[in-house]
């Protein structure tokens, strides 16, 4: 088979198809346990550093060497950091409501992550009223958090296509089914706002859904960028090293320890590497 062709049929599945089934979980139980949640955000954050430490930066060393590696994946990571902060600042008004996890005189909670998945929970309570800043319904903060989701989802399947490039097949089929299952908690972040505001199952799956075909053209344009060159793929390589631990550290930890915290919580961050380290080695070897 062609190898975009494979690549295609591969992120439609783990991209669109992930955030699909987060918005149909959502439609079927409309509040997620924040345990669950959070043991699921820690444990596809162990898999991705893996990934990132096992296969992406590896390469990117062998390609480039030490120095540039860390350059290109500290450039990626603060990337990342700055395209979330635009998104936070469009998608929750940072610039009206004076910063970030503040509570008005109303009591209600404008939280200050572009793409929590614990919001399905929190959004899920408010019955389609009006949030106190009386701009967005919460039909209109799902379409947002779509946007923002849509948006992030670019980087992150360019990460996918640089694995494509620089490994075995498998290596970016691994990739794409971690950011997979990290994107059904984010479909249900999306879908969960929508069904509050009355929207229909189908519509709200379609839009988690649509929110992951970034996905798709990320991988496709990463995969042609890093196969142009060894210095080009050795680029890509590294900044999709340092988008995906932005992701981890910046993302999925915190939001997994604000939902629930506990001391054994970290074993599933250890398990997800352990699981990763097994995976990317049994394809190597």
């Not at 959502?26 to 345990?35: F, G, I, K, Q, Y």
């Not at 969960?192 to 009355?198: E, K, R, V």
């Amino acid at each position: 088979m062609n190898i975009y062709l494979t690549i295609f049929l591969i992120t439609a599945v783990t991209g669109a198809g992930g955030l699909a089934l987060g918005g149909g979980l959502a439609a079927m139980v409309h509040s997620p346990s924040d345990r669950m949640a959070s043991l699921l955000l820690r444990f596809t954050a162990g898999v991705m550093l893996s990934v990132v430490c096992f296969d992406l930066a590896a390469d990117a060393v062998e390609a480039s060497g030490v120095l540039p590696a860390m350059c290109w994946i500290m450039i990626g990571f603060l990337c990342t950091y700055l395209l979330n902060c635009w998104i936070d600042k469009r998608a929750h008004h940072t610039h009206s409501h004076g910063g970030h996890d503040h509570e008005d005189h109303h009591g209600h909670d404008h939280d200050s992550h572009s793409r929590g998945e614990a919001r399905a929970a929190r959004l899920g309570a408010d019955n389609g009223e009006l949030c106190a800043c009386g701009h967005h319904t919460l039909h209109t903060a799902g379409l947002v958090l779509a946007a923002a989701v849509a948006l992030h989802n670019m980087p992150v399947g360019m990460a996918i296509g640089a694995t494509f490039a620089g490994a075995a097949r498998d290596g970016g089929a691994l990739a794409a089914l971690i950011i997979g299952l990290h994107n059904i908690p984010e479909g249900m972040s999306i879908a969960a706002p929508l069904l509050a505001g009355g929207s229909k199952p189908g519509w709200a799956v379609a839009v988690a859904a649509l929110s992951g075909l970034p996905v798709i053209l990320g991988a496709l344009l990463g995969y042609g960028v890093g196969t142009m060159n060894p210095l080009l793929l050795a680029v890509s390589l590294s900044f999709a090293a340092g988008a995906m631990l932005y992701v981890v550290f910046g993302e999925l930890l915190p939001e997994g320890e604000r939902l629930w915290q506990h001391r054994l919580s970290g074993l599933s961050t250890m398990l997800g590497m352990l699981l990763g380290m097994a995976l990317i080695f049994a394809h190597i070897h």
